[in-house]
């Protein structure tokens, strides 16, 4: 197996890119590049996936969206994390801890 389900990882994609804004603004297809490389090429995610996350989390305050321009000129749509988003960032982390711990107790290699 090369690549993780979406299924497996669909309760995970807001704190992905929650992570990926940390570190300041970005625009969908850096995010979407930046997935992929940090996973080694074994999660690439889809653009109608990624587009419906940017305005869950921002109907729910996790992230801002402004208009901006690239070096070329060409308008991008950037976004930004709030204070909000950052207590969710933390909060699913402290939930992926328990839940990776259930999940091990169920997993073994045979």
């Known amino acids: 197996m090369n690549t993780i389900s979406s299924d497996v ?8 890119i929650l992570f990926l804004l940390l570190n ?8 979407s590049k930046e997935i992929r490389e940090k996973s080694d090429d074994k999660y690439v995610i889809k653009e109608t996936t990624l587009y419906s996350a940017f305005s869950r989390m921002q109907k729910n305050g996790y992230i801002q969206s402004y208009a901006g321009q690239a070096e070329n000129g060409k308008k991008r749509t950037y ?6 988003g950052r ?6 982390c402290e939930e992926w801890v328990l839940t990776k711990d259930v999940i091990e107790r ?3 290699e045979e």
Not at 9 to 16: A, H, M, Q, S, V
């Open 9 to 16: 990882i669909r309760g995970y994609i807001d704190t992905i």
């Open 24 to 31: 300041g603004p970005s625009y969908g297809y850096a995010i």
């Open 79 to 84: 976004y930004t994390i709030t204070d909000e």
């Open 87 to 92: 207590r969710h960032y933390r909060d699913k």
């Open 106 to 108: 169920f997993i073994t």
